[in-house]
């Protein structure tokens, strides 16, 4: 497969909405009710592909408690999701649900996230894993201290599996992060019809 197709089949199944309603359902005492958005960014931001992320509980959909931008590029047989924050997050706050937001992003706003980048691979045809780029630099504060970020996701048509977590860059002991096990979504929606030819080309 060519590195366009493989760009494309992995830029359409990530584009939609994600929900883990059946097991906050089953299990509730333990996992909240959680909804995930990748949502295409219009073309122009990067002048290639990107996406703005949004994870929300059920019940604030327009208090999103994680917002990101991200580059996607490929790097050999790497699917690369560069990771930015951004000023001014509350004004595209919901734009999971309604992307016309996203016409507020400013790029000269963004701030990469070094060593945040989160790196996926094929398992199988429509099927990818993920990790944080290694090297434990995706450094996230947590209760007045610094933590390193593991990140792991496992996607597809139908799935989104992930979990994150945070250590002690000293004594490598989990400081946060789902003492649970991991956390499953349903796809409830997909964006796919977004994903373009002429989004994915990358400006020179």
């Not at 949004?54 to 996607?72: K, S, V």
């Amino acid at each position: 497969m060519s590195d366009h197709l493989a760009l494309t089949e992995f830029a359409k199944t990530l584009a939609g909405s994600y929900d883990n309603f059946d097991q906050s359902q089953n299990n509730p005492k333990d996992f909240a009710r959680i909804n995930i958005y990748f949502r295409p960014l219009p073309w122009h931001i990067f002048q290639g592909p990107g996406f703005y992320s949004e994870q929300c509980y059920d019940y604030a959909p327009w208090d999103p408690y994680r917002q990101g931008i991200h580059r996607l590029t490929m790097v050999h047989d790497l699917f690369v999701m560069e990771n930015y924050g951004f000023a001014d997050s509350r004004r595209v706050a919901g734009a999971g649900r309604n992307p016309e937001l996203l016409d507020a992003l400013r790029i000269d706003s963004f701030e990469k996230r070094c060593g945040c980048a989160m790196q996926f691979q094929t398992k199988e045809p429509g099927h990818y894993i993920g990790n944080v780029e290694p090297g434990k630099n995706c450094l996230v504060p947590r209760d007045g201290k610094l933590t390193y970020l593991v990140s792991e996701v496992e996607f597809n048509q139908t799935n989104w599996i992930s979990r994150d977590r945070g250590f002690d860059p000293e004594t490598n002991e989990q400081v946060w992060g789902s003492e649970h096990g991991l956390l499953r979504f349903k796809r409830t929606s997909s964006f796919a019809d977004e994903i373009t030819n002429e989004w994915l080309q990358a400006k020179p």
